[in-house]
């Protein structure tokens, strides 16, 4: 049907940095240049902690820089993980035949799900104060998962024609 159009929207959030990701990241440099000092300075057997360190510190440092990519096309939502703008990692496909419930974060909705056992949580969103926030519980290939995203009000409304019992936009 020439009438139907497919929706495709791509969505990139950019994850706040936290206190902790900063201490972390300083910690990490501090301890890698210590190293470094120590085995020039007093033994060669320290750079060795240092190379170690170093190696440390080129896989971990990229995840404290995330961006989420939403990608939307036709109920389908894919999320990647894209640490320091160069790494990109697809961390889950959802389909919203699979939905349970969209709604707020903080809604009294999503209430009986936060305390099972069984669920798997997902925080994808970008962690703003001021960011609309949505929690999605799905049926997915891994059992049931609560992933926190923040998405635009076409995707929501898009998931709401598709899933209209299971979407709540207050």
Do not use: C, W
């Not at 750079?47 to 939403?70: H, R």
């Not at 707020?104 to 970008?126: A, G, I, T």
Request: glycine share 6%.
């Amino acid at each position: 049907n020439k009438f139907m159009s497919d929706l495709y929207i791509e969505l990139l959030v950019k994850k706040k940095k936290t206190s902790t990701d900063t201490l972390l990241k300083v910690l990490m440099i501090g301890a890698t240049v210590i190293f470094v000092l120590g085995g020039i300075l007093f033994n060669p057997i320290i750079l060795l902690l240092a190379v170690v360190m170093g190696v440390v510190d080129y896989f971990k440092l990229p995840s404290l820089d995330l961006e989420y990519e939403y990608l939307y096309v036709n109920g389908e939502l894919d999320i990647d993980k894209i640490m320091s703008k160069q790494k990109r990692k697809r961390v889950g496909s959802y389909d919203m035949k699979k939905v349970e419930l969209v709604a707020p974060r903080n809604s009294h909705e999503l209430d009986s799900f936060r305390n099972r056992k069984d669920l798997k949580v997902h925080d994808y969103s970008s962690m703003e104060e001021n960011a609309k926030t949505f929690g999605m519980v799905i049926n997915g290939e891994k059992g049931m998962e609560l992933i926190y995203f923040d998405p635009k009000e076409a995707i929501l409304k898009d998931m709401q024609r598709i899933a209209p019992r299971s979407v709540k936009l207050y």
